[in-house]
């Protein structure tokens, strides 16, 4: 069966701070991965998807980056964090077609000070 | 384009009937489902591909209308469990188009 990791659940960290967030996706092969932002009132927010190893596409001009280097690893980064950047962050994993039925990981609470 | 969700939240006892709305003001390809439950992630619930069709999850069902580029969730007799935050995600027709999601419903269920 499929799974999907998330890590870590909860960081704080200081503005101008560096960041990296991990995902990585077990039992199945060539998923489309997605980094998404849920901040209060705001929904689910479509950061950075991708259909394969290296190919990223980005959704909302930001500091953040993300980046595939292997099939099912799929990583969000900062060089500098912002107040901006605090939120709930969660990976997803879907086959076939773009946006069909996304299985979510647990997800990582940012809070930047 | 994000979809409009409505209304802003819902409160009800346990066993009584809810109905969650999601619009679009543009032509859809589908219409997506999702509960998220506080501190954890979204769980799927359904999808809705063609017009007028309706599709059912344990006691939810939902209808997506074409013409009016809107569906609705039907949460029948609710239980406890189904408290969460309800989110509609939607697909416009035309190639590449992305999953958006709205800003999502809560939904309290009391006993």
């Known amino acids: 069966s499929q799974t999907i990791h998330q890590w870590p659940a909860t960081l704080v960290q200081p503005v101008g701070s560096p960041l990296s967030l991990e995902c990585t996706v077990e039992g199945t092969s060539n998923p489309n991965l997605y980094w998404y932002r849920q901040a209060a009132g705001r929904g689910l927010q479509l950061l950075f998807y991708s259909v394969g190893i290296g190919q990223i596409s980005s959704e909302v001009p930001q500091n953040l980056s993300a980046s595939r280097p292997q099939d099912r690893q799929f990583i969000l980064s900062s060089k500098k964090l912002l107040l901006s950047d605090s939120g709930f962050y969660l990976c997803a994993w879907s086959v076939g077609a773009m946006g069909e039925k996304l299985f979510f990981g647990s997800g990582t609470q940012l809070s930047v000070l | 384009q994000q979809p409009v969700q409505s209304p802003q939240a819902v409160i009800l006892r346990e066993g009584e009937d809810a109905v969650i709305n999601c619009s679009s003001s543009k032509a859809l390809y589908s219409v997506h489902w999702y509960r998220q439950k506080h501190g954890e992630a979204p769980v799927f619930l359904m999808i809705?591909?063609?017009?007028?069709e309706q599709k059912g999850h344990e006691k939810i069902s939902a209808s997506f209308n074409e013409k009016k580029q809107q569906s609705s969730l039907y949460l029948t007799a609710s239980q406890l469990s189904y408290s969460g935050t309800y989110f509609c995600g939607t697909r416009l027709t035309g190639a590449n188009s992305k999953l958006t999601f709205g800003k999502g419903i809560t939904l309290s269920v009391r006993p």
């Open positions: 809705l591909l063609k017009g007028g």
